[in-house]
């Protein structure tokens, strides 16, 4: 069955980086993209962006342009996020998702929970 | 981009129908046929219910359908039961020039 299992708990002081994982099985790395979902404590969903894990062509949401950035290897099946220059407003619990399309988010990750504190 | 408008909760009886909006733009909603609906209990990921604003993954029971009229997409939910009580959210393309998606802001649904 397709599984995407994403890395553990992070805590980050303002101005770090953190760079989340999420490792595929059950099907064809290649054949989909990912999405990146976040949602911060008590609010809602937020888009981050999408990776080709195909040829690796990123499109980012506007609000992280320059921040975030999108990677996968395909040797092992694994996508990276990563966020520089965390801000505490950035404390939310980030997901990975298969995409089949641009809004059609399959199967999702079991979340990693970034915590932003000085 | 703004987020959708969704109503901040809804309520029903088991056995009722109920139906959650969300309000986009000429921009998002109202422009592309690109309207999915995730379902979220607490703690758990996000699952997609509706996707291409009326369609449903295999294993989504057909109790759950999606509709669109203009700037706003809606989810209807017949024969409520209690496994239903989750948070729903919308989202949508929004792209023009750059290539963009957007969630609507979650309704809590509860079964009364």
């Known amino acids: 069955q397709v599984q995407l299992v994403q890395s553990g708990a992070e805590v980050k002081k303002p101005g770090a980086s953190v760079k989340v994982s999420c490792k595929a099985s059950?099907?064809?790395?290649?054949?989909?993209?990912i999405s990146w979902v976040r949602q911060a404590p008590g609010q809602g969903l937020e888009w981050m962006g999408w990776?080709?894990?195909?040829?690796?062509?990123?499109n980012y949401a506007q609000k992280l342009q320059g921040r975030v950035t999108m990677t996968t290897d395909t040797s092992t099946s694994t996508a990276y996020m990563e966020l520089r220059s965390l801000r505490s407003d950035d404390t939310a619990v980030y997901y990975c998702?298969?995409?089949?399309?641009?809004?059609?988010?399959?199967?999702w990750g079991q979340g990693t929970l970034v915590t932003v504190s000085s | 981009q703004s987020a959708l408008t969704q109503p901040a909760s809804v309520s029903g009886s088991p056995g009722q129908s109920i139906t959650i909006s969300c309000t986009g733009t000429?921009?998002?909603?109202?422009?592309?046929?690109?309207v999915s609906w995730y379902q979220q209990h607490p703690g758990k990921a996000p699952k997609l219910m509706i996707y291409?604003?009326?369609k449903r993954p295999s294993g989504v029971s057909n109790r759950f359908s999606g509709s669109k009229s203009g700037n706003t997409a809606s989810l209807t939910i017949s024969g409520l039961q209690a496994e239903d009580e989750a948070d729903y959210y919308c989202c949508s393309y929004a792209g023009s020039s750059t290539f963009e998606v957007v969630f609507g802001g979650g309704t809590k649904l509860t079964v009364l």
């Open positions: 998702a298969r995409a089949f399309g641009d809004t059609i988010f399959g199967d």
């Open positions: 059950g099907y064809t790395f290649t054949s989909y993209g």
């Open positions: 990776i080709s894990a195909y040829n690796g062509n990123t």
């Open positions: 291409e604003v009326s």
């Open positions: 000429s921009s998002d909603v109202g422009s592309y046929n690109l």
